[in-house]
């Protein structure tokens, strides 16, 4: 029989009644149980019995909990330590959780809340076991210092950089289009580093977070006494950025005053100041984004028709992350470094569940959800190992897993049948047949589970024909 992989836990205790009832409640098959009552011998047998939990009183001597968490953590990064005891002091347990503490309990409640703590923190320990032990070609390689001003290597996001790169020897108005957080402004900001402008200025500007009734002054600067505390003459954007670009966010949301003098802009160059006569004039490149249709908002009359016609010479759409899960990978790498730099004191990686975590959810709130994902990981987790669970998933926005595996498989065919030059469905077919076959099925038998037949494969297999397959119909039985 095969012998069950034992997790060793540590408990380090003044009180011997309390040593006992652990060696009796905690223990388990899969677990073995020590204690001691002094704190030098509980980092001496941490380390030799190479252990995965320390359970620790607050008032151990001659070693206090708090220094004895500091000296295991220091020896072992991702150890997983809980401390307990009467706390009087607040900063106690908020230094503790500082120092990479599992858990804070109280003295009072130990006795109900340990177990279930341990768990967790035996399942978490293991699980960091696990993602040091991977093998070298397993290991996660942190990627690389780049020079790229977007990350992504997914199909779709090759298309966005060719469009790049074609808007960008050139000066006319770009709309970039997308859904909320896809990145809009980066692309906007690579569109600016690569053109002829990209020594001059390049302001970029929230539509939707200036009042109306300053942002036309912000845009086009004011002149003394305009308007009620307008006490000295301002220059505005379209100044500042003369032979550079400016960048409109949320375009969509801009008043209908102040889009009928952008378009005076586009169409002639000249402007003036609120509360001035003079025309100016500016040689500014204009690059819009925004998250809504611009020509529903067009029908609904809230966005002038002649302005939208402008600025939408070209258009660039950003896909959603749910659409390019390829990239994911790459884009949680690199924020994960970002992260690590940022703190300068540890080296964060992923585990491989992780990662899988990651590329099974559908985020709703894009590359920014990511990036605020991952921050918010690397300052809440104990190690310096990311595991599933320490990625905060608002669950309630998002997808539940089963979709969300679903769709990612959905979009992985799509993919797959684009190389193939096959429609989705046939290639989607192909599969399950294979798949059917491979669990012992016969060909015949899996056309039947399908309620499809040979001739109907045959249909679905060529190009443009869409599902030809008439509702209920039966294969042809083996």
């Known amino acids: 029989m095969e ?12 009180d011997p009644d309390f040593l006992d009832w ?15 009552s002094s704190s030098e011998e509980a980092i001496k047998m941490f380390k030799e019995l190479d252990a995965d939990l320390l359970i620790a009183e ?21 150890a997983m330590v809980i401390l307990n005891g009467l706390v009087n002091s607040t900063n106690a347990v908020i230094e503790s959780m500082r120092l990479g503490a599992f858990d804070v309990l109280r003295r009072e409640a130990i006795y109900f809340e340990l177990r279930q703590v341990a768990e967790r923190a035996l399942q978490t ?5 696990s993602a040091a032990d991977r093998t070298d070609s397993d290991k996660i390689t942190p990627p690389q210092p780049s020079d790229d001003l ?19 020897r050139a000066d006319a108005p770009v709309l970039i289009t997308g859904e909320s957080g896809v990145g809009k402004e980066v692309v906007s900001n690579a569109i600016h580093k690569f053109s002829r402008r990209a020594k001059a200025e390049y302001v970029a500007i929230n539509c939707a977070a200036i009042p109306s009734n300053l942002l036309e002054s912000e845009l086009f600067g004011h002149e003394k006494g305009a308007f009620t505390g307008a006490v000295n003459q301002r220059m505005g954007r379209f100044e500042q950025c003369d032979g550079g670009t400016l960048f409109l966010d949320e375009i969509g949301d801009m008043p209908m005053e102040v889009q009928s003098k952008l378009l005076r802009v586009l169409q002639s160059g000249e402007f003036s100041r609120v509360g001035g006569n003079q025309t100016l004039q500016s040689d500014v490149r204009i690059l819009a ?9 067009v029908e609904n009359g809230n966005f002038r028709e002649d302005l939208f016609y402008r600025l939408n010479v070209v258009r660039i759409h950003i896909p959603p992350l749910r659409r390019r899960m390829e990239d994911i990978r790459l884009l949680a790498e690199h924020f994960l470094q970002r992260q690590s730099e940022k703190g300068k004191n540890r080296l964060m990686q992923f585990s491989k569940q992780a990662l899988d975590s990651l590329e099974s959810y559908e985020w709703p709130g894009n590359v920014r959800e990511l990036e605020n994902l991952i921050q918010r990981a690397c300052v809440l987790a104990s190690g310096n190992v ?9 669950r309630s926005t998002g997808q539940n897993e089963v979709t969300s595996l679903l769709g990612k498989a959905a979009r992985r065919f799509f993919a797959a049948a684009k190389l193939e030059g096959l429609p989705p469905l046939a290639l989607t077919l192909r599969e399950m047949i294979q798949a059917s076959m491979d669990e012992g099925a016969t060909r015949e038998k899996a056309l039947q589970d399908l309620g499809i037949t040979e001739a109907d494969l045959d249909q ?3 190009p443009g024909t869409g599902s030809k397959v008439s509702p209920g119909k039966k294969a042809a039985k083996a």
Do not use: C, W
């Open 460 to 462: 679905l297999s060529k």
């Open 22 to 36: 652990a060696k009796k409640h905690l223990v388990a098959e899969s677990v073995e149980i020590h204690t001691t």
């Open 289 to 297: 984004a925004t998250n809504k249709r611009l020509e529903e908002e």
């Open 386 to 394: 990311l595991l599933p669970s320490d990625l905060p998933f608002d």
């Open 150 to 168: 977007i990350i992504g290597r997914s199909p779709a996001m090759q298309d966005v950089y060719k469009l790049i790169g074609r808007v960008a």
């Open 125 to 129: 320990a293991e699980q960091m076991r």
């Open 3 to 14: 012998d069950i992989h034992k997790q060793k836990v540590v408990v380090a205790d003044n």
């Open 58 to 78: 607050f008032h151990m001597r001659p070693l206090d909990g708090v220094e004895l968490l500091k000296r295991v953590r220091l020896s072992v990064p991702n």
